[in-house]
């Protein structure tokens, strides 16, 4: 695993020696963050459920201004922070259940990257404290990376683009359109 593009690009992340973890592929990696590529520079991001913190390292090195992770898992925490240490980034990282500490207060995120352990059923758990507490900007945008066979609601966000990748999806969500 190694960051794929950006002032990391090449830098190795430790390996992952836990079974807790399924770390996002490089292949998958590039894609998301190409596909948002004049998107991240600049902006807040939320890496739920951040594992090996491979994606929010990634939004650091494209430009991210600001990234937090969280994690539940001490073992995912701890890969986190000695990869962000590795690569000499600087980032927010709790041990802690995100549905369950984030609120109101911690104001909005342009990008809430989501991707808990597959077919868990936390997606449709977090995208509603995310709509309920209104954690994403207006202009925002939510990925979820999951299995083909999970299937969950969005609401109360709107699908604007879904992509395959092997057995590994990327469905991209947002606001819903404005009726004008």
């Known amino acids: 695993m190694r960051v794929v593009a950006g002032s990391k690009k090449g830098k190795r ?10 770390p996002t592929t490089d292949k998958v990696k590039q894609a998301l963050f190409t596909k948002l590529q004049f998107f991240v520079e600049g902006k807040r991001v939320l890496d739920m459920f951040c594992g090996t913190g491979a994606l929010g390292i990634e939004a650091l090195s494209r430009g991210a201004d600001e990234v937090v992770f969280i994690d539940k ?13 590795n690569m000499g980034l600087q980032a927010k990282v ?21 991707d808990p352990p597959y077919k868990s059923g936390l997606y449709e758990d ?15 945008v939510i990925v979820c990376e999951h ?31 404005t009726s004008a």
């Open 73 to 85: 898992n001490p073992k995912s925490v701890g890969l986190t922070k000695q990869n962000l240490k």
């Open 126 to 140: 977090a995208l509603k404290k995310i709509g309920e507490d209104n954690l994403l900007e207006s202009e925002g």
């Open 94 to 114: 709790l041990t802690a259940d995100a549905l369950k500490i984030l609120n109101k207060n911690w104001g909005q995120f342009d990008l809430i990257l989501i």
């Open 13 to 22: 992340l430790l390996e992952n020696n836990y079974d807790h973890i399924r």
């Open 147 to 177: 299995a083909k066979e999970d299937e969950f609601n969005y609401a109360p966000f709107f699908k604007i683009d879904e992509k395959k990748y092997g057995n590994i999806i990327l469905t991209y969500l947002s606001h819903p359109p």
